[in-house]
């Protein structure tokens, strides 16, 4: 079975651009959930996705956004980067609501605003 | 506000067993899990406690107090592939929004 899988591996972009991560669960699972994490500190909850439809969001601004697709990947969008941004951008699946206790994460990508 | 709260970092010796407390303050709480991370990789669950009580996975257990807001992974026969940090994570009932703590650094010794 495949695990989750996100690209790009690495993103580096120059403040003010738009970064797009993309994310893709383990067969069988609806929901997906987004984190940063800076180096060397815990894990930051920015969004989580389930059927398609936005169920929660972090402590983050608006320019952080994304979406799920039918088919269940989905895709993390930061608009108007600011160096503080650079991170690595975690992407984890699950079956969802109660399920939620058991995520499977996938490598990350990493991102560097210069 | 919502809280995790859990030693930044412990050393221990290859074969001892290590004990790694959580503490949470959180809006709803609906069950306490476990992920460990190495260095450059992605965190793996570990274990779930949505009862209070222990649960036991091998060589880790895990044990939850809903009264005291507290919870514990247990390592026992520590070995050197288990230097890593490890995260407690509150799942609430709030939308199943899940909240991390910071991480405790673990560290083996030879």
């Known amino acids: 079975e495949a695990g989750v899988t996100q690209s790009p591996t690495h993103l580096i972009k120059t403040r003010g651009q738009q970064a797009t991560l993309r994310c893709s669960p383990i067969?069988?699972?609806?929901?997906v959930y987004w984190y940063q994490q800076a180096l060397g500190l815990g894990l930051q909850f920015l969004l989580w996705?389930?059927?398609?439809?936005?169920?929660n969001r972090g402590n983050f601004p608006p320019r952080f956004s994304g979406r799920q697709f039918p088919n269940y990947s989905s895709e993390l969008n930061v608009n108007a980067l600011e160096l503080e941004d650079s991170a690595l951008y975690l992407c984890?699946?699950?079956?969802?609501?109660?399920?939620?206790?058991?995520?499977?994460f996938g490598p990350g990508t990493r991102l560097t605003v210069t | 506000g919502q809280s995790l709260e859990q030693p930044s970092e412990v050393t221990a010796v290859e074969g001892a067993i290590v004990q790694i407390n959580c503490t949470y303050q959180?809006?709803?709480?609906?069950?306490l899990s476990w992920y460990q991370q190495h260095d450059g990789g992605a965190p793996t669950f570990l274990s779930y406690?949505?009862?209070?009580g222990l649960e036991e996975t091998g060589r880790f257990s895990s044990f939850l107090s809903r009264s005291d807001s507290y919870g514990y992974l247990l390592l026992q026969e520590l070995q050197m592939k288990d230097s890593a940090s490890y995260f407690c994570?509150?799942?609430?009932?709030?939308?199943?929004?899940?909240?991390f703590g910071a991480g405790t650094r673990l560290f083996v010794k030879a």
């Open positions: 984890a699946s699950s079956r969802g609501g109660t399920f939620s206790y058991e995520q499977y």
């Open positions: 067969s069988g699972h609806t929901s």
């Open positions: 996705y389930d059927e398609g439809e936005e169920r």
């Open positions: 959180t809006s709803g709480f609906y069950g």
């Open positions: 406690n949505g009862l209070d």
């Open positions: 994570a509150v799942l609430t009932t709030g939308g199943f929004k899940t909240i």
